[in-house]
């Protein structure tokens, strides 16, 4: 028979990303405990709320079958001593797999005589193996920041209260923390403050939901957005939408109640990114927008209307009163820091940048914002904006760091620069860029929209990446406290998604360029003498290439990615087209065969002797295979040319499959290369060395795997 098991920590108020963690660890760790007991089980299903960690397994065999093992250990000449006794290995075996040193043996194997031991497991009653297993599951849990309490010495992410162990109608009893496991749990804090007792594992997230307390994170989720969006709608708007906070305030409920509140409509003059920030970040409070915010421009996207997601409802009324008294509050400090900031236009805080440490080693804030006004107008023209209007954006892209505004909500950054920029009389892709420049933020994060937007946002991550690996803070292992990878990443996201052909190494040292025309002389005192424009561009060149194989890996895989990046990687969008072109070819009837033979010629013609084919080379070259290659290439080449310099990949690769895969095979099926006649067999390397030069630039074939 079958029994479904129920495991239930009870403790206070977890946080959401406490929460999410550890029901991310209990989806692993429940299976491999009881893997290593042998229990048999079907689908494992992790619940929880900010008061409980749970998790319920169906179909838990009632029962462990006995078992008999053989297991091999060292040969005999390490296991047995000179004197024929057991030695430290035959011991060590015997300790690792829990035998006695008279379960072991010598036995004949196809490879020798070999330590040998059967090991009898005896079977049990899986409630006799669970109390270990589910001991194990707790004890293995973490948490970025764990506490301890009374006088236990036990670390947990906040102190447990109850622990419930069902399999079946059976408890299964073993401690964690000093509380004993048993069948009594606890319902929502408020709503269902009693004690209560499971009967059985089945039917366990009903009888916590007429308890409130919605253990299912999906349906607590879906249950707490129709709320939202309902009120939003009885507003007169629509729910702005949030991941973030969609994510966030689900593991802040057990079960979810909409308050509606509002605010004074003079607010709204503020910045819809501002008053956003006060409750996304500040309250956790969703925003409501109007129905027709998709044509609204700028800011007004919002109405003076807020959600609160509360874990009980009993006194909605004030709890209203409270949360408006609070974004009163704090929209009107929002407001005064706006009110100050405007009494200076934007450009008259470049100066103020001066005083604002960048990095030690890197100078200042004004001098970043020199350096990036400098190097924005050599990207411009790629992108096709002005650059001068490039370089105005890039000069004025930090200076609300010096804002009271930023100040006090430092995720602001650039979004308010680009308030008062338009407010400023700015032209408006300037403002947009100052807006934009920051993104992506993060890996799921879109990169900058506007052409001008990506110039200044590549222009500031280049500066960064090339004065950090100048002065040596190349990040190590998982070790990247400045995000350099993040930077790097943004840098050929950027460029992908616009589209934009730029050499990497013409960035990388036209931003040193830069660094030595503003800064020479501290970028010489903290990079030192053995740190050269060649050799930090082709630093820089190597870690963004790192990142735009990440980028392309997640798409195409591995070995397409090698193969192109083999043959360049100072272009990022020129790699994204050979792999896009190459995963396309890669699926016709034609790609296999071809890749085969073009591997060959690749790894054969590592062995060609230095210099160019000659007409004496080809004069030597009669066999029919011979003479029926070197004229399928000639015509092939001729057509090539042009179709790799206008960037046709997909027709090239057609091509070479049509004109020369045939040609290639029937050479290696008829014509033995390595020939004894070193000249002869020269002759025929500096033929295939030549074809594969001819796609050399394209793809390396013999870096692929398959």
Known sequence: MASTLLLEIGCEE????????????????VPEELTRARVAFGAVRVLGTPRRLSVLVHDVADAVAAREEELLGPAESAAKTPAGEWSKAAEGFARKNELSLDALSIAETPKGRYLRAVKRTPGAETSALLPEALGAVCRRIT???????????????????????????????FSFAGIAAGR?????????????????????????????????????????????????KQAGGTLREDAFLEREVTGLVEEAFVVAGRFDEAFLKLPDALIESVMRDHQRYFAVQRTDAAKAEGNGRLLPVFLTVVNTALDEATIR??????????????????????????????????GVVFHAKLGSYGDKARRLASLAPSLAAAFGVDGAQSARAASLAKADLVTLTVGEFPELQGEMGAYHARLDGEPGAVADAIGEH????????????????????????????????AVGLKPTGSEDPFGLRRLAGGVVRTLLQHRVR??????????????????????????GAKTTREALVATVVDFCADRLRVVLEARFGRDLVSACMAAGKDDPVDVAERVEALGAFWKTPAAADLGVAFKRVFNISREAPAGELTM???????????????????????????????????????????????????????????????????????????????????????????
């Open 143 to 173: 948490f970025a920041k764990s506490m301890r309490w009374a006088d236990g010495d036990v670390a947990f992410g906040r102190p447990i209260q109850w622990i419930v162990a069902l399999l079946g109608d059976a408890a299964i009893p």
């Open 502 to 527: 730029l050499s990497l190494a013409e960035l990388a040292g036209a931003a040193w360029d830069v660094y030595a025309a503003e800064n020479g002389k501290m970028l010489a005192a903290a990079a």
């Open 14 to 29: 977890l946080p959401t990303s406490f929460l999410d963690g550890a029901l991310e660890q209990l989806a692993t760790l």
């Open 184 to 232: 009594s749990t606890r319902g929502h804090r408020f709503l269902s403050p009693d004690r209560f007792d499971l009967a059985q594992a089945e039917g366990y997230v009903e009888a916590l939901a007429s308890a409130h307390a919605m253990v299912d994170t999906a349906a607590r989720r879906s249950g707490m957005m129709a709320a939202l969006d309902a009120a939003a």
């Open 616 to 706: 004496e080379d080809l004069g030597r070259l009669t066999q029919p295979a011979e003479t029926a290659l070197i004229e399928a290439f000639a015509h092939a080449r001729a057509e090539l040319e042009p179709l790799w310099a206008g960037r046709k990949y997909g027709e090239a690769l057609e091509l070479i499959a049509r004109s020369l895969r045939a040609p290639v095979d029937r050479l290696f099926t008829e014509v033995f290369v390595m020939d004894k006649d070193e000249v002869m067999r020269a002759s025929r390397l500096r033929l295939l060395g030549r074809i594969a030069d001819s796609v050399a630039g394209f793809a390396r074939f013999d870096a692929l795997e398959g």
């Open 321 to 354: 009163r409270g949360n408006e008294r609070v974004m009163r509050a704090r929209l009107s400090d929002a407001a005064f820091f706006v009110e100050q900031d405007r009494k200076h236009p934007l450009a008259d805080r470049v100066a103020d940048l001066d």
């Open 438 to 469: 920051y993104q992506p933020k993060g890996a799921a994060d879109e990169v900058a929209p506007s052409p001008m937007g990506a110039v200044v946002a590549i222009t500031d991550r280049i500066d960064t990446l090339v004065g950090c690996l």
